[in-house]
C-alpha cells in the first residue's frame, strides 16, 4: 500500500469547498443582472436573495474558520504574503515545467507552492474587495454619494473579472493538469502520496517526515488531531 501523508485536515476542506459553493451561486445569480437573456431569472427577486445569502456565506465561513483556529489562519495568511528568492525562481521555472519540462529545474516548496501562493494571494484581495464593494452595495446605497456607489459597483466587476481567471487557472492547474494529478483527491481525502509530497512540495515534506521520525522516537508520542 502506498504511504500517504496529510495536506489539509476537515475544516480546511470544508473551508474550501464552501467557499467554492459559495462563489459558484454568487457568480451564477451575478450574471443574471449582466446577460439579457438570463434577465427574466432576476425579475421576481430571487436570485438577489439567493445572492446576499450566499454573500453571507462568502464573507461568515472564513470569518468563523479564523475565529476557531486563529493561529492557523494568521500562519496561512503570513505564508501567502511572505515571498523569496525561491518563489521568484520557481515563478520563473513553472512555464516550462508545466508544459512538460524537466521537474528538477523546479526548486522545493512549502506547503504552499508560489504559484497557489499567487492563487491565494490573488483570491484574498479579491475576496475583501468583493466584500467591502458588495456591503456597500446592499447597505449603503442611499447613504453614499452616487459617485462612490458608481466605483463600487466598478470595482466589483473588476474584483470579480479578476478573481475568475485566476479561479480558472487554479482549476485547471488543480483538477486537470497532467501533473496535478493528487490535488483534488487531497481536497475531498485530505491526502496525497508521499512520493506526490517528496516531488511537488518538497521542503514541506521534509519537515512532514522529520517530525513523524521524532513522533516515533519519542515514547508515548501521540500524532496531531
Known amino acids: 500500500m502506498q504511504h500517504e501523508v496529510e495536506r489539509f485536515r476537515a475544516r480546511s476542506r470544508w473551508l474550501h469547498w464552501?467557499?467554492?459553493?459559495?462563489?459558484?451561486?454568487?457568480?451564477?445569480?451575478?450574471?443574471?443582472?449582466?446577460?439579457?437573456?438570463?434577465?427574466?431569472?432576476?425579475?421576481?427577486?430571487?436570485?438577489?436573495?439567493?445572492?446576499?445569502i450566499m454573500g453571507v456565506v462568502f464573507v461568515g465561513v472564513p470569518l468563523l474558520y479564523f475565529l476557531i483556529t486563529p493561529g492557523r489562519t494568521l500562519a496561512w495568511i503570513k505564508e501567502v504574503f511572505s515571498w523569496g528568492r525561491d518563489d521568484i525562481e520557481w515563478l520563473k521555472a513553472a512555464?516550462?515545467?508545466?508544459?512538460?519540462?524537466?521537474?528538477?529545474?523546479m526548486p522545493p516548496q512549502p506547503h504552499m507552492n508560489s504559484g497557489q501562493k499567487?492563487?491565494?494571494?490573488?483570491?484574498?484581495?479579491?475576496?475583501?474587495?468583493?466584500?467591502?464593494?458588495?456591503?456597500?452595495?446592499?447597505?449603503?446605497?442611499?447613504?453614499?454619494?452616487p459617485g462612490v456607489f458608481q466605483w463600487s459597483v466598478f470595482f466589483?466587476?473588476?474584483?470579480?473579472?479578476?478573481?475568475?481567471?485566476?479561479?480558472?487557472?487554479?482549476?485547471y492547474l488543480g483538477a486537470v493538469h497532467p501533473r496535478m494529478t493528487e490535488s483534488l483527491k487531497s481536497m475531498f481525502t485530505g491526502k496525497v502520496s508521499a512520493e506526490y509530497a517528496k516531488?511537488?512540495?518538497?521542503?514541506?515534506?521534509?519537515?512532514?517526515?522529520?517530525?513523524?521520525?521524532?513522533?516515533?522516537?519519542?515514547?508515548?508520542?501521540?500524532?496531531?488531531?
Do not use: N
Not at 23 to 52: C, P
Not at 157 to 167: E, K, L
Not at 208 to 220: D, I, N, T, W
Open 156 to 171: 466589483h466587476d473588476v474584483f470579480v473579472i479578476a478573481g475568475g481567471t485566476m479561479t480558472l487557472v487554479h482549476v
Open 18 to 52: 464552501a467557499i467554492v459553493l459559495a462563489s459558484a451561486a454568487l457568480l451564477l445569480t451575478g450574471a443574471f443582472l449582466y446577460v439579457d437573456q438570463w434577465g427574466i431569472a432576476a425579475q421576481d427577486g430571487w436570485s438577489r436573495l439567493i445572492h446576499r
Open 199 to 225: 516531488s511537488h512540495y518538497g521542503k514541506w515534506y521534509r519537515e512532514v517526515a522529520g517530525h513523524k521520525e521524532v513522533a516515533q522516537e519519542s515514547p508515548g508520542a501521540q500524532s496531531e488531531a
Open 118 to 145: 499567487m492563487w491565494a494571494l490573488v483570491a484574498v484581495v479579491c475576496g475583501v474587495g468583493l466584500a467591502i464593494t458588495g456591503l456597500i452595495m446592499w447597505f449603503f446605497k442611499g447613504d453614499v454619494g
Open 95 to 105: 512555464p516550462e515545467y508545466y508544459f512538460g519540462g524537466d521537474e528538477s529545474r
